[in-house]
């Protein structure tokens, strides 16, 4: 489990094709590596992946060919800045909002402005994750939990404060550009629930 706020921006030293997918390895930075362990999970561009091995301030991870269809992680190069955080713990602040780094889809960019010292940026999501936004509702892009402010049909808008920007690579969106998005995992869960009391009973009741 994660929040969404981004503890360091790391950058792919390599990217390895093993036994038909490939490992990924990613030089962390300022994430600090001292107290993982073999089997940790860490969010990469909001994708959950496995610590199998750690090279100094370098941790190594198989990415299945399932996550490099489905996620941005298949579009990486040496070089890629990602967005990093490790897995919450018990008793730390809860920042964000709940995330699991299952990413649910890939959408796109389809404009930013400058607002103020803000960027106003506006997303397309999969139709298929359209029902889960709602405005002033949560939302993970590239792991970073942010607040929606609108929702059109399958486009949602964000403000990007200047803090985002600097700690995150969303400071380098352009139109067109590819993102991870998971969405809120208690919309989730309501459309399950909620789902569920509509459907009529086997005895006819409700």
Excluded at 42 to 68: K, M, P, Q, W, Y
Aim: one cysteine or more.
């Amino acid at each position: 489990m994660f929040t969404g706020i981004v503890q360091a921006v790391g950058r792919v030293i390599a990217l390895t094709p093993k036994g038909g997918d490939v490992e990924l390895l990613v030089d962390t930075t300022t994430l600090g590596l001292e107290t993982a362990n073999i089997g940790d999970s860490i969010a990469v561009a909001g994708a959950c992946l496995t610590a199998t091995r750690f090279e100094g301030t370098c941790f190594a991870a198989d990415v299945s060919n399932e996550t490099l269809a489905c996620t941005t992680l298949g579009s990486l190069a040496v070089g890629s800045p990602v967005n990093l955080e490790k897995a919450l713990c018990a008793g730390q602040p809860l920042g964000g909002h709940y995330v699991t780094g299952h990413v649910d889809g890939v959408g796109e960019v389809v404009s930013t402005a400058e607002d103020g010292r803000s960027w106003r940026v506006v997303f397309r999501v999969p139709p298929q994750l359209a029902r889960y936004l709602a405005p002033k509702g949560s939302i993970t892009v590239e792991g970073v939990s942010l607040t929606v402010n609108e929702v059109a049909g399958d486009t949602f808008g964000v403000n990007l404060v200047p803090h985002t920007r600097e700690v995150t690579t969303l400071g380098a969106l352009v139109p067109g550009r590819p993102v991870n998005l998971e969405a809120d995992i208690i919309a989730r869960y309501l459309e399950r629930l909620v789902g569920e009391r509509a459907l009529p009973r086997l005895d006819g009741n409700r």
